[in-house]
């Protein structure tokens, strides 16, 4: 009798598209292997938790292997793909060649910070587990050095934090650090008193929030300015050196601390391809979400370029998501030799929480504000987090923090 061999399926990055590849093709008959540079998925929307000190980074990322472990067509390995050979079908990765007869790729984004290189080399970008850990680090070590400084203007530097970009990740990082440092931290710190904090959001646009409509954009702005943030529109950060963030009216902000949440563009390694890419390095697919010229691969998520109605399919989780279920029932479909499906986006909504009680959303065309969307916003992101464990783990930090004004995780790891 003749043995059919089984379609060997490799997925690279086990980040939203990528999970959902994978547990669509569970128990298909394909031999599928995930790679990852890192060992976990991480929940990237709760990151600006982490560097806020609400939550620990093992509650918003989960072991890979533990994820699939029930999963028995999936082997995980730990290596970083620095190359496709599309003519062999074999994927290159820094710990060797491994061939596929299908390929997924779904590596997701990295920050864009425009060359300025000050910026990208002082500042911190908010993308990988790394960068929560490393700014709540440097800001509390940033705190306790304002402690102990004589002089005031230093003190002052060493006390303020900017937010470069007003969207969804920098009004909640802005919004998280207003209420850490006003709602904790000025009781912590005897030396101080709330308004030595101080808070700025930088935003180069007239407006936050560009995926919301302007009257909850505006809500957004009161609701931070209530909170203690200072709002700047219109201010387009150029340069930072560690110590003042210049702006392109020639100003400067006397800050240790810039995070940079303004630009993302696709994951690097998807230049060294040689495939089609729009301006920000992502693979421009065809609507079956293959890549063009290479029908045995396909490129989903963030990395994936793709417009709909004239617009881009924005870089957001429920975006991979879909595209992940799409690409997964593809691969089957060209092993069964059917035709393959287009892709849709179903745009969900969007919502920005800018802390205790406070969120706007935009949710099937209608608005939400206030406790409604906060509630909206918690419930989703529970939900969506990966493992009963964290989730179990993230209420009671959430409703420790809600009740008492209490941030469970202020320890400075590193120094
Ligand atoms: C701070 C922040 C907040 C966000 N908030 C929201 C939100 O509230 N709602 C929302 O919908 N979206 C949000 N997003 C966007 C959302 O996280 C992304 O759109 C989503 O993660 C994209 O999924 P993906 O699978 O394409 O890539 P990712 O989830 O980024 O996964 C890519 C994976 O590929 C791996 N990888 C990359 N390169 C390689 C390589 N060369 N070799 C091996 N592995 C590699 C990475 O380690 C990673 O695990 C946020 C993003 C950030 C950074």
Redesign the pocket.
């Known amino acids: 009798m003749k043995s059919e061999k089984i379609p060997r399926v490799v997925i ?8 959902k590849a994978a547990q669509t093709l569970r128990r298909t008959p394909v031999d599928l292997t995930m ?4 060992n976990y ?2 929940f ?2 709760l ?2 938790q982490v560097a806020a000190a609400y939550l620990d980074p093992e509650q918003i990322a989960k072991p890979v292997r533990g994820i699939f472990r029930g999963q028995k067509n999936l082997g995980f390995k730990m ?4 190359g496709v050979d599309f003519r062999n079908r074999v994927l290159e ?1 820094t710990s060797g060649a491994i061939p596929y007869d299908y390929l997924i790729l ?4 990295q920050t864009n910070f425009f060359g300025m290189s000050g910026v990208e080399e002082q500042g911190f970008s ?2 990988r587990l790394a960068d929560g850990v490393g700014i709540r680090n440097h800001l509390l070590t940033s705190f306790e050095k304002a402690a102990l400084e004589p002089d005031s203007a230093v003190r002052r530097g060493l006390l303020t934090a900017v937010v470069g970009g007003g969207g ?2 920098g009004v ?2 802005a919004g998280a650090l207003a209420e850490l440092t006003s709602n904790v931290l000025s009781r912590d710190f005897r030396e101080f008193k709330s308004r030595d904090f101080r808070i700025i959001l930088c935003e180069a646009a007239n407006r936050l929030l560009p995926d919301l409509p302007e009257d909850l954009a505006r809500e957004a702005e009161s609701i931070l300015k209530a909170k203690g943030v200072e709002v700047r529109l219109g201010s387009f950060i150029t340069d930072f050196d560690g110590e003042a963030v210049q702006l392109k009216d020639r100003t400067a902000i006397p800050a240790h601390t810039l995070i940079w ?1 303004a630009g ?1 563009q696709a ?1 690097k ?1 998807t230049g060294s391809l040689g495939v089609s890419l729009n301006a920000g390095g992502r693979i421009v697919v065809e609507p079956s979400l293959q890549i063009p010229g290479h029908p045995e691969v396909f490129a ?5 370029y793709w417009e709909e109605g004239g617009k881009p399919i ?7 998501v879909q595209m ?1 279920e799409t690409a997964a029932e593809n691969v089957l479909r060209r092993i069964r030799g059917k035709a393959l499906r287009s892709f849709h986006y179903r745009n969900p909504g969007a ?2 929480t800018i802390g205790r009680n406070a969120a706007v959303a935009r949710v099937k065309g209608l608005k939400f504000r206030g406790f409604p969307a906060w509630l909206v916003w918690l419930v989703v ?1 529970l939900i969506r987090l990966v493992g009963f464990r964290n989730r179990l783990v993230v209420l009671i930090n959430w409703a420790w923090d809600y009740f008492f004004f209490e941030r469970a995780s202020r320890i400075i790891i590193d120094r």
Not at 12 to 19: E, K, N, T
């Open positions: 690279v990055g086990a980040g939203f598209g990528g999970l790679i990852d540079r890192n998925h991480l990237q929307p990151l600006y290596t970083e793909m620095v990765t779904a590596v997701g984004g908010l993308k969804a990740a909640e990082m949440t993302i994951a390694i989903i998520g963030d990395a994936a924005p870089m957001v989780a429920p975006a991979a992940a919502l920005a992101h």
